[in-house]
């Protein structure tokens, strides 16, 4: 589960969609240097928390991590053993 600063939609629960935080907090998040991952897209922050991938990880779990192409370079910089897969859309149409 991602953490994002974007407002959470009607239909969306907090922790279960996404961890909904302020700008405040997912900078000092950033400080602390919490996420292996994170992007600003459209005026928004999104996150991978580190700690949420080391449990996964720790239980002999592999983990599929759904992401913009920021964050996979990101993530591949860190962990070159990381696999990744890019999906491009057919069209714009």
């Known amino acids: ?3 994002t600063t974007r407002a959470k ?4 629960t907090d922790g279960e969609d996404y961890y909904f935080v302020d700008d405040a907090t997912f900078k000092n998040m950033i400080q ?3 996420f292996l991952e994170y992007a600003n897209v459209f005026g928004n922050f999104y996150g991978t928390s580190k700690q949420h991938l080391e449990e996964i ?3 002999n779990n592999d983990v599929i991590v ?3 192409w920021q964050g ?4 591949r910089n860190q962990l070159p053993q990381a696999v990744s897969i890019f999906i491009l859309p057919p069209s714009l149409e």
């Open 57 to 59: 990880r720790g239980k």
């Open 9 to 12: 939609r009607n239909m969306e």
């Open 72 to 75: 996979a370079r990101q993530i």
């Open 1 to 3: 589960i991602s953490y």
């Open 66 to 68: 759904e992401i913009d």
């Open 32 to 34: 602390e240097n919490a």
